[in-house]
């Protein structure tokens, strides 16, 4: 016999197409994914150098900001003017004490007008003459200048500018920060290398010293110096380990000082050959991971439906009390909950069917005893002295088999209609014409407890297609409804009007009306009790019929205010209808 694909477990029939997915994910991803990947890698590594450069060009503008703030502040002080003036070196201990820290600044140099030290802090000594003097002179005609100065203590940021006063120039002022040490508080932030370059010769670097140097890859002027931002250079081996780098122009005061190298070790920035070893693992492990996947969630699905299925099978056996343990809310769920709706649905079926057979045999039971009762006293009646009370006898046999003969036909009738044998003998009716005959074969009925029942029916009706018989059993239980739940000398209204499509017939009688919370279970079988005064069976025989024909039946009322029972047919019906 050959196997289809959904004649496997559902286990497999999900697992199949998964791996096949998988295996198809896999393939896309080494044919196109890879290459996207090396370009993408290839960006995120410029992406980091071109981070790396930026970040410290804004910590070294920062830092040039701030020298030349603390610079200004002295340059202005009208104090220190006339000290530098007067040339008083304890004057200006006294006004400059404290300042460097103050200001976050490692070496301060005040000059007089000739050229001479009048103070000097920080441990740098004597600043390189030739740049000293270039910046003074930028700061004589500026105001303010910035530059890199070699010292005997090693590279200072320095800011110069002149002390004025109201009576001009008096001197000038250098503030300087250790360019070594700003290199290494901007390596933590970066979190590469860092060398800045002057004259072609290296100033001042990160990377550990060997033998007291810089290593020589770092040491080297044929490094690429240039002002263009985009110039780079990937796989650069320094002191044995693996660095990317960018280089980049270095401008102070807005001019070009120096030249600058970030080395960003590729530790830190993945390879495109790093990437695809990783990318390769990984999509294998979570093919692999995902084909158990798979695999188990198709076993979980396919041990819950078997659940369902056990369940299905023990109700078509006739075990009505079981149900599905609903755990989730999803199709599975779902599936369950209808199933428990079902059988729930069948269980009631067959306490309906008890019920039904209960209340027959209880309506059927009282009317034979009586008959029983009364035949047993009319054959010990004697030879006729007691002819009068045997009337009287005769009349209650009489009266309780019509009695019962009513409850066996309405019986048999919401039994033919549940069981979908009746058949509807639709034909055009004069509805008017047949609620006169309705209403005057009920007036007999009535009389006997004195209520008035009257009519309103339109002009002039158009024939309905309606079953006459079964309309007119209808509106008799519904009159006859009427009758028994109201107190004599009752008024009872039958009202026809027509709207659009629809004919509607109405009967209203002002009894003391049925409570709210009965009013709904009126026509619900599993839901209403017997009545009183009969099996109850005549508003659901009116409704079964009434939807039989396509419409609608309903109640209103409100206690002690009557109460109103209308149904409504379509003007033009179908033939032939049956009970569904």
Do not use: C
């Amino acid at each position: 016999m050959k196997t289809r694909f959904f004649d496997l477990p559902l286990r497999f029939q999900i697992a199949i197409p998964f791996s096949i997915l998988i295996i198809g994910v896999i393939v896309l991803a080494f044919g196109f994914g890879l290459p996207l990947a090396r370009e993408s890698t290839q960006q995120e590594v410029d992406l980091k150098l071109e981070n790396a450069r930026s970040l410290f060009l804004i910590s070294m503008r920062h830092e040039e900001d701030q020298l030349r703030h603390a610079a200004a502040l002295l340059g202005d002080d009208e104090e220190i003017a006339r000290v530098v003036a007067a040339g008083d070196r304890r004057g200006l201990e006294s006004s400059l004490a404290g300042f460097p820290s103050r200001a976050g600044v490692d070496a301060l140099q005040v000059f007089d007008q000739s050229g001479a030290v009048l103070f000097d802090t920080g441990g740098f000594g004597p600043l390189e003459a030739s740049a000293l003097a270039g910046l003074s002179e930028q700061a004589s005609t500026r105001g303010s200048a910035t530059g890199l100065v070699s010292t005997t203590a090693g590279p200072v940021l320095v800011a110069v500018t002149s002390v004025r006063s109201s009576a001009g120039p008096q001197g000038t002022i250098v503030v300087g920060q250790s360019l070594s040490r700003q290199l290494q508080e901007m390596r933590q932030a970066i979190g590469g290398e860092l060398s800045i370059y002057q004259n072609g010769q290296l100033l001042a670097s990160t990377f550990p010293l060997e033998h007291g140097q810089p290593p020589q890859e770092v040491r080297a002027t044929s490094l690429p110096m240039t002002d263009s931002p985009e110039v780079g250079e990937k796989g650069l081996v320094v002191g044995g380990h693996a660095y990317t780098a960018a280089y980049g122009s270095l401008a102070l005061g807005g001019e070009p000082a120096a030249s600058f190298a970030v080395f960003l070790p590729k530790s830190g920035v993945w390879s495109v050959d790093t990437l695809v070893a990783v990318g390769v693992t990984t999509a294998l492990v979570a093919s692999l991971g995902l084909l158990v996947l798979g695999f188990l969630t198709a076993r979980h699905i396919a041990a819950r439906l078997e659940r369902v299925v056990a369940v299905i099978e023990k109700v078509g056996g006739g075990d009505l009390s079981q149900r599905v343990d609903i755990d989730s809310s999803d199709e599975i769920g779902r599936l369950g909950q209808v199933v428990n709706l079902m059988t729930s649905k069948l269980q009631e079926v067959e306490n309906s069917k008890a019920e039904f057979l209960a209340m027959a045999s209880h309506e059927l039971r009282t009317p034979l005893a009586l008959m029983k009762s009364s035949t047993e006293l009319l054959l010990d009646g004697g030879n006729g002295r007691a002819r009068p009370a045997r009337r009287e006898l005769l009349q209650i046999v009489a009266g309780n088999i019509e009695r019962m003969n009513r409850r066996v036909n309405d019986l048999l009738d919401l039994a033919r209609l549940e069981a979908g044998h009746l058949a509807l003998d639709v034909q055009p009716t004069d509805l008017r014409g047949l609620v006169k005959e309705v209403a005057e074969s009920a007036r007999s009925m009535m009389t006997e407890k004195e209520q008035a029942l009257s009519l309103v029916l339109p002009r002039r009706l158009a024939p309905v297609d309606v079953d006459p018989d079964r309309i007119q059993q209808v509106l008799l239980n519904l009159l006859s409804n009427a009758s028994r739940h109201t107190l004599a000398k009752s008024q009872i209204v039958v009202q026809v009007a027509e709207n659009k499509d629809l004919v509607t017939v109405e009967v209203r009688d002002n009894g003391p009306g049925i409570p709210r919370e009965q009013l709904g279970r009126l026509f619900d079988r599993s839901r209403r009790s017997p009545s009183k005064n009969g099996a109850g069976l005549g508003l659901l025989i009116a409704q079964r019929l009434v939807h039989l024909h396509g419409g609608e039946i309903w109640a209103e009322s409100s206690p002690g205010q009557g109460s109103a029972f209308t149904f409504a047919v379509p003007r033009k019906g179908k033939k032939g209808v049956e009970g569904s």
